[in-house]
C-alpha cells in the first residue's frame, strides 16, 4: 500500500525568504505525485504534479518540486515567499499502474510572517 | 467554465437530523469522492465511486451515505448516526482513480 508523510506540521517563514515543505513517500511500484494547496475554508487547488520526465516540476505561484526516487521525496520549493502564500499545503501519491486512489498528506500549514 | 460546486456553503442543523449536502460536477469525470477535514487531520475520506450506480466506502463511512445515479452528481447524506458530523466536508472528482483530483469549495456543516 501507498503511504505519504509530511514532516513539518507548521512552517513559519519571513517575507521574501525561500521555504521548503518536505514530503515522503513509501510505494512498491512507479507513483503519480501531486502538490495542492488550501486557502482557509476554500477547496484545494492543484499546485504541481510529476506523472513522468523530468524530476524537478515547476508549478502555478512559482513552487517547484523536485523528484527524488532514492530517497522517496518530493519536496515542494519556492525561492521567495509573499504574504499571499499563506496556507495549507498537501502532498499526495498514487500508484502509477494501479488502481488505488490517490493518498494525502496530513498538510503542512506555512505562515508567512511579515 | 468546468468545475466543481457545492451547495450550500455554510448548513446548520439541529443533533438528531439528517442533512444531504450537494456535489455537481460538469467535467465528465468518472470518479467522484467526499472527504471530511477538522483542523490538524487533514483530509479523511468519506465515500468515493469510480463509475454510476457504484461506490465503495472510505476510511470513515460511519454514519454517512451516498449515491450516484448521475455521472454528474454524488450527494452526501450526514445521518443522526454520525457522531460528530460538524466538519468542513469537500467533494472532488477525477478522471480516474490515480489522477489528479479537483475540489469544490466545501461545505461547512455545523449540528448544534
Known amino acids: 500500500a501507498q503511504s505519504v508523510t509530511q514532516l513539518d506540521s507548521q512552517v513559519p517563514v519571513f517575507e521574501e525568504a525561500p521555504v521548503e515543505l518536505r514530503c515522503n513517500y513509501s510505494?512498491?511500484?512507479?507513483?503519480?505525485l501531486f502538490w495542492y494547496v488550501q486557502y482557509p475554508n476554500q477547496g484545494l487547488q492543484l499546485l504541481l504534479k510529476?506523472?513522468?520526465?523530468?524530476?524537478l516540476v515547476k508549478g502555478i505561484n512559482g513552487f517547484e518540486a523536485e523528484f527524488n526516487k532514492s530517497q522517496t521525496s518530493f519536496h515542494l520549493r519556492k525561492p521567495s515567499v509573499h504574504i499571499s502564500d499563506t496556507a495549507e499545503y498537501f502532498c499526495?501519491?498514487?500508484?502509477?499502474?494501479?488502481?488505488?486512489?490517490?493518498?494525502f498528506g496530513i498538510g503542512t500549514k506555512l505562515q508567512v510572517i511579515p | 467554465d468546468g468545475g466543481i460546486t457545492q451547495s450550500p456553503k455554510y448548513l446548520f442543523r439541529k443533533e438528531g437530523q439528517n442533512v444531504t449536502l450537494s456535489c455537481e460536477q460538469n467535467?465528465?469525470?468518472?470518479?467522484m469522492y467526499w472527504y471530511r477535514q477538522d483542523p490538524g487531520q487533514g483530509l479523511r475520506l468519506i465515500y468515493y465511486?469510480?463509475?454510476?450506480?457504484?461506490?465503495q466506502k472510505g476510511d470513515i463511512a460511519e454514519g454517512y451515505s451516498v449515491s450516484r445515479e448521475k455521472k454528474e452528481s454524488f450527494p452526501l447524506t450526514v445521518t443522526s448516526a454520525q457522531k460528530n458530523p460538524t466538519a468542513f466536508y469537500l467533494c472532488?472528482?477525477?478522471?480516474?482513480?490515480?489522477?489528479?483530483?479537483?475540489f469544490g469549495p466545501g461545505t461547512r456543516l455545523t449540528v448544534l
Open positions: 472532488a472528482s477525477s478522471e480516474g482513480l490515480r489522477n489528479e483530483q479537483f
Open positions: 510505494s512498491s511500484v512507479s507513483v503519480y
Open positions: 510529476y506523472l513522468s520526465g523530468s524530476t
Open positions: 499526495a501519491v498514487a500508484n502509477s499502474g494501479g488502481y488505488q486512489k490517490v493518498t
Open positions: 467535467l465528465n469525470h468518472d470518479a
Open positions: 465511486s469510480q463509475i454510476v450506480n457504484d461506490f
